[in-house]
């Protein structure tokens, strides 16, 4: 593939022809719901590009869809766009037919501030569910980030912050590479930590063959000349491999969204296949992107203390190892044990045995590594507690980040699932105070 992929820093601003502002308009109206309790933290994010970009977006499979989706759903089935606006705060789902006049009233004020067809905007929404947006205070931050745009760092770091809700840190990512001697970068940010399980697709539908899964949000720039139909099939194969194979809490938000722009400003020859080595080669970067963003989201999840790669090989088919890979990354009673450091084989076995792939227990390994490593130690093997010492078992679960192996020897089947641990401070953040009604979350 020639010249590595470089990992850099940098952020959305960081590909040619990108702008960014995050202002603070009080979106939340200081207090409101958790997540509400960081001051006057910026709400409010707009991303441009100086020219029209090739677009490409990934949708929420929910059936309960909320309103800024459908816009963005319907912008970018176009070949090009230019703005992403988005605030956090309020996630203006289940807000029936003035949810739709305000995400489309999104686009409307920032086309207008920009001077662009509001076609070209991209809308997206995180937060609370159930409230109308506050359509005035959304105004006027739209006018105030069109006026602030900077193709600086900082500008892109405010970007990142206005699209936490109960992030605790600003995600962000960038790389370089080379395509015919031309530099590119892919850059983006993203947002995430509770009601994390995407399963996105470009309809916003759901396949048959798809397992059912606060939003996650990802936005991503690139400067490289690409068929806009090559970047929303890149994108597609991107967050398969990435956002679509993380898991917080198991459940799929209504908000849930990515969204990629590629204006070309890179001046590289355009990239009209995927199955060429520049097509290769920008897919390689794109998937890394967004599984450094995935992976981010993950570790800074509700109440997090540790992550769990779950990694299922010897299935019967992939179907079958991506539902035993879920259905122990989900299991509360797994995810419980991970939390004391508890190598709990018996709940593994458990949630392997109840999910719909097809499991032998006499023939299942379970085994633990540090991140990507194949010295791996075996609990459980051929279905039977191996003779390791349980204290060697505890210091395999106790860091921070570990792999979990499970070998179904049945097949060629392999997934993985990039899981944590459930944690007394994910409940306490979540279960809310309804005496309190400032203390209740979306």
């Known amino acids: 593939m020639g010249e590595a992929i470089r990992l850099i820093e940098g952020s959305i601003t960081t590909p040619r022809g990108f702008r960014a502002a995050g202002v603070f308009c009080d979106i939340k109206q200081l207090g409101t719901g958790k997540g509400s309790d960081k ?38 089935r176009k070949a090009r766009a230019q703005a992403i606006v988005a605030n956090s705060g309020n996630a203006n789902a289940c807000t029936g037919a003035q949810g739709m006049r305000d995400a489309e009233a999104m686009a409307g004020a920032t086309a207008l501030a920009l001077g662009v067809p509001a076609r070209d905007v991209l809308v997206c929404s995180t937060g609370r569910i159930g409230l109308p947006l ?110 679509n194979r993380i898991t917080i809490d198991g459940d799929m938000s209504t908000n849930d969204t990515v969204l990629a722009l590629a204006n070309g400003m890179a001046e590289n020859a355009p990239i009209r296949s995927l199955d060429d080595r520049d097509g290769k080669r920008f897919q390689q970067a794109l998937n890394r992107v967004c599984l450094e963003l995935a992976r981010q989201l993950v570790a800074d999840g509700e109440g997090v203390t540790r992550v769990v790669n779950v990694r299922v090989s010897g299935a019967r088919s992939q179907r079958d190892a991506d539902h035993a890979a879920r ?86 089947g392999e997934a993985v699932v990039y899981a944590c641990d459930l944690s007394e401070a994910y409940v306490g953040f979540n279960k809310g105070d309804v005496s309190d009604p400032a203390a209740l979350g979306g």
């Open 327 to 412: 259905a122990v990354g989900n299991s509360v009673l797994v995810k419980t044990s991970w939390c004391g450091g508890d190598p709990n084989w018996g709940r593994i076995m458990d949630a392997l045995g109840y999910s719909p792939a097809r499991i032998v227990e006499t023939k299942v390994d379970l085994g633990y590594s540090a991140p990507g490593s194949k010295d791996i130690t075996w609990s459980l093997r051929r279905g039977l507690p191996a003779k390791v010492e349980f204290a060697t078992l505890c210091a395999c679960v106790a860091p921070a980040e570990f792999d979990l192996h499970i070998r179904l020897n049945q097949g060629r």
């Open 39 to 76: 001051g006057a933290k910026r709400d409010l994010m707009l991303i441009a590009s100086d020219c029209p970009a090739a677009v490409a977006g990934m949708f929420t499979t929910n059936q309960v869809c909320a309103a800024p989706v459908k816009v963005s759903l319907r912008h970018a």
């Open 134 to 243: 506050p359509m005035d205070r959304v105004g006027t931050g739209i006018r105030a980030a069109a006026a602030q745009l900077s193709g600086s760092r900082a500008a892109a770091a405010h970007a990142a912050e206005a699209i936490m809700t109960s992030d605790s840190v600003p995600k962000e990512v960038a790389v370089q590479f080379h395509i015919g001697g031309k530099r590119v970068t892919i850059a983006g940010i993203a947002k995430g930590a509770g009601m994390i399980e995407p399963g996105m697709s470009p309809s916003g539908k759901r396949p048959a063959s798809q397992p059912q899964h606060a939003t996650m949000l990802a936005f991503i720039t690139s400067d490289a000349a690409i068929d806009p139909r090559a970047l929303k099939k890149a994108l597609r194969e991107a967050v398969a491999v990435s956002f």
